[in-house]
């Protein structure tokens, strides 16, 4: 067993020999085993680069959703990697010698990746011409040199070296590519740019390809010193656990079983080798890493991510979601897969719409996105996904799915719109037409007791009264009965000057009525008939009466 730990203990005790030291800035991490001015040097070029890009596509300060880290090595024994940029265990790595340039295709590559986490899709050419230009950008320094033509430069690199080097567009093209990314037409983001149409810019970009005249130009540098890159040690424990996570096949396993044997970077070595397990299809294996990484408290979210995706108790595959969004909010795959698994529909929508604002380039996530709306009846909220989906799209046969089932949904909203006013119109007269039956009803009521015949008070018994006294009284010819909902009525009399005072009956079962004779009372002109009407004044501006009859005398 001693034979085996010490064993165990001498790659620690070679790596020792080893002096790594770090630097970083933005979403870059530096690591070298060679001079600290080369690390220096290299983050230099790497920052000047991506000031460069942000100047062109108007975003100042480009970031990823996972840091970057480039590991320059005085011997790279192995450790290089097929792909120009490759995401590792929990990073994007790119891998250079000590002496070796920055190729095209790193450039190439980087450039793809910060379009895809910093803006929404451009049209292909666009971001093509993007690609090829900075494919070939130069530092010398803090000297930044753009422009020099690619091993075979053609239309699309052409239109943005017309952009970047002519004076009279160069200032403007962030104009128009904020314009075409914010989803506006190419011709009217054309003239908002340079106030000419998009047939006239191409006419002169093919002029410039043509005419084959490409110069460089210089592109203005971001001001940097010595000291906004402090030097900071790596112990051999982080130099062996960032080889390991190139995921480099077996020398990776190797590096992460050593780790694990030391009894150091535990939950990180554990989910590095189950992303080589999961590579393989050893799913169960896989599995098995990923959940001894979550017990170890892992601090990535890439870790809990793949757990999920294995995990077949839902409660604990959720948690891991949820904790992967806490730890890096930019990444849109836990909403994603969030998403899939909810089956309330308002949910689904909330976890499909997160997705696409973290990565608006992903079809897949605004398609989810359409189909929620849909399934909780938002025609519009629908329509606005496909769209974003049609931008999104860089296939035009797949661009013209989602552009079909945009007009699809949008004759759909208009469709339910219409049914939805023709539903309240029809509400509407239906209760107009209710409160007219009622008005009629009550009309005839009143009616009905002025007009049937009967002597007003017949062989009623006059109740003993001690009440309030009315204030006030009219004699005069009765001119008028206006018979009102609810029984009630409006007498029209006109009094000894000629005036003619209105009354309200509010309810005729109230009224006290005298007189000799019978009496009758329709709705409506009056034979001319002498009364006195005792009233509580009360003036009822909207009836246009003086007060409430109390009493009314038949003479």
């Known amino acids: ?316 595959a959720e948690d891991a979601l949820l904790k992967a969004a806490g730890i890096n909010p930019k990444l849109a795959e836990p909403f994603a897969l969030m998403a899939e698994r909810d089956t309330d529909s308002r949910q689904r929508a909330m976890h499909w719409k997160a997705a696409t604002e973290r990565d608006p380039r992903n079809t897949a996530y605004w398609r989810g996105l359409a189909e929620a709306h849909l399934d909780e009846g938002n025609y519009a909220e629908a329509g606005k996904a496909w769209r974003g989906g049609e931008q999104a799209a860089t296939d035009p046969a797949e661009r013209e799915k989602f552009h079909r089932a945009r007009m699809l949904v949008e004759q759909q909203r208009l469709d339910r719109e219409e049914a939805e006013k023709r539903h309240e119109a029809d509400e509407k007269a239906r209760e107009i037409e209710k409160l007219k039956t009622e008005a009629r009803a009550e009309l005839h009521k009143a009616e009905a007791r002025f007009s049937d015949g009967t002597p007003v008070g017949a062989n009623k018994p006059v109740p003993w009264w001690d009440g309030p006294q009315p204030g006030g009284k009219v004699s005069g010819t009765l001119k008028q009965v206006d018979c009102l909902p609810k029984q009630q009525a409006r007498l029209s009399i006109e009094d000894a000057a000629h005036k003619l005072v209105k009354l309200l009956v509010a309810d005729p079962t109230k009224v006290v009525y005298t007189g000799n004779g019978e009496v009758s009372l329709g709705c409506g002109a009056q034979k001319p008939r002498r009364i006195t009407v005792e009233y509580f004044p009360k003036a009822n501006a909207r009836l246009a009466t003086a007060g409430e009859v109390a009493t009314i005398e038949f003479q």
């Open 1 to 316: 067993m001693r034979r085996l730990l010490l064993l165990g203990t001498i790659p620690w005790l070679l790596a020792a020999d080893d002096h790594w030291v770090k630097f970083t800035r933005g979403p870059f991490e530096v690591m070298t085993d060679a001079s600290p001015r080369s690390a220096r040097e290299t983050l230099v070029r790497f920052e000047q680069f991506r000031n460069a890009l942000g100047q062109i596509i108007g975003e100042d300060d480009l970031q990823t959703p996972l840091p970057l880290r480039i590991l320059v090595f005085k011997n790279a024994s192995g450790w290089t990697s097929r792909a120009p940029l490759s995401e590792g265990r929990d990073r994007y790595a790119i891998v250079l010698g000590e002496k070796s340039a920055v190729t095209p295709e790193i450039y190439s590559e980087l450039t793809r990746l910060f379009l895809k986490s910093n803006t929404t899709q451009m049209p292909p050419a666009f971001e093509r011409g993007l690609i090829a230009f900075f494919s070939t950008f130069e530092v010398s320094g803090i000297r930044i040199t753009a422009g020099t033509p690619p091993p075979k430069p053609d239309l699309d690199w052409a239109r943005i070296h017309l952009m970047v080097a002519d004076p009279d567009y160069y200032g403007k093209i962030r104009v128009l590519l904020y314009n075409l990314r914010h989803g506006v037409a190419e011709d009217p983001a054309c003239r908002n740019a340079f106030g000419k149409s998009a047939a006239e810019v191409e006419a002169a970009v093919k002029q410039h390809f043509a005419a084959g005249n490409f110069q460089t130009t210089r592109l203005p540098s971001r001001p940097m010193a010595e000291g906004d890159f402090p030097e900071r040690q790596v112990s051999a424990a982080e130099i062996s656990l960032a080889r390991a996570d190139l995921l480099a096949g077996a020398q990776s396993a190797a590096e992460y079983q050593k780790l694990l044997a030391g009894h150091e970077k535990i939950p990180e070595a554990e989910e590095g080798l189950g992303l080589l397990a999961l590579r393989e299809h050893r799913t169960s294996e896989a599995h098995e890493y990923f959940e001894a990484a979550v017990e170890a408290h892992s601090t990535s979210a890439r870790c809990y991510i793949e757990y999920a995706k294995l995990e077949p108790d839902r409660d604990k």
